[in-house]
């Protein structure tokens, strides 16, 4: 069945970039997403892409996607100490606006 | 801005309990989830709803049930409640942004059965 799939765990110094990587399984993806949680918080969404495009930014986020590897990268410049959460890839490929996602990757901003 | 509210914040409950976790949504919304969340594992799909009284199962669907008898409210029940099923429950309804499906989230229950 359809996966996806990132790393649990980055650590990053303020005012660095911090890139959080996906892989996903399903081709007929037509919408990759990003989306972050916050301690005790639901998930708040952060930006998604075409699958078509390969790449989309928005102010500090910048998602880059690599159709033919199925690989969709988050990238987050100048690491605030408000970036430190969960943030979860996933896809949606049917109508119903069911989705797959990934465990989540953990990022600690450091001082 | 698109609101989804999930009544009870932490609940803890015995096993053998019957529980309901309540959602309710203010934007019209015809599709709504339920997800778990546990860590390691990410977010698996419960049973969704795309209009009143119909539900479809997910991924995870033993052990739990599910009703909709008004547009605005989907509610998730345990019948009996087991330890296994202590976890994070997040509630959604999908709207349509420039063709994507978008999900907006509640806060999440937060329930511990003893």
């Known amino acids: 069945g359809e996966d996806v799939e990132q790393s649990l765990f980055l650590s990053v110094r303020e005012g660095d970039s911090s890139v959080i990587n996906c892989t996903y399984t399903?081709?007929?993806?037509?919408?990759l997403y990003w989306y972050k949680q916050e301690p005790g918080a639901g998930l708040q969404l952060l930006t998604y892409?075409?699958?078509?495009?390969d790449m989309k930014q928005d102010q500090r986020l910048t998602v880059l996607l690599n159709k033919k590897d199925k690989h969709l990268s988050l990238r987050i410049a100048d690491t605030q100490t408000g970036d430190s959460a969960i943030y979860f890839c996933?896809?949606?490929?049917?109508?119903?606006?069911?989705?797959?996602f990934g465990a989540g990757t953990q990022v600690v901003v450091t001082p | 801005d698109v609101k989804v509210t999930q009544s009870s914040r932490y609940l803890v409950k015995r096993t053998g309990e019957k529980v309901f976790l309540e959602c309710v949504q203010d934007?019209?919304?015809?599709?709504m989830f339920w997800y778990r969340q546990d860590p390691g594992l990410g977010l698996r799909l419960i049973y969704f709803?795309?209009?009143?009284?119909?539900?479809e199962k997910g991924d995870i669907p033993e052990g739990y049930s599910v009703s909709r008898e008004k547009k605005e409210r989907f509610s998730l029940i345990l019948e009996s409640a087991s330890t296994n099923q202590t976890s994070m429950y997040l509630c959604?309804?999908?709207?349509?942004?420039?063709?994507?499906?978008?999900?907006?989230f509640g806060a999440g229950s937060r329930l511990t059965v003893l």
């Open positions: 892409i075409f699958s078509n495009m």
């Open positions: 959604a309804s999908t709207t349509r942004e420039a063709g994507a499906n978008v999900l907006t």
């Open positions: 996933a896809e949606s490929a049917d109508s119903w606006g069911k989705f797959q």
């Open positions: 934007m019209d919304h015809e599709n």
């Open positions: 399903d081709s007929s993806s037509t919408y």
């Open positions: 709803s795309y209009d009143v009284k119909m539900k």
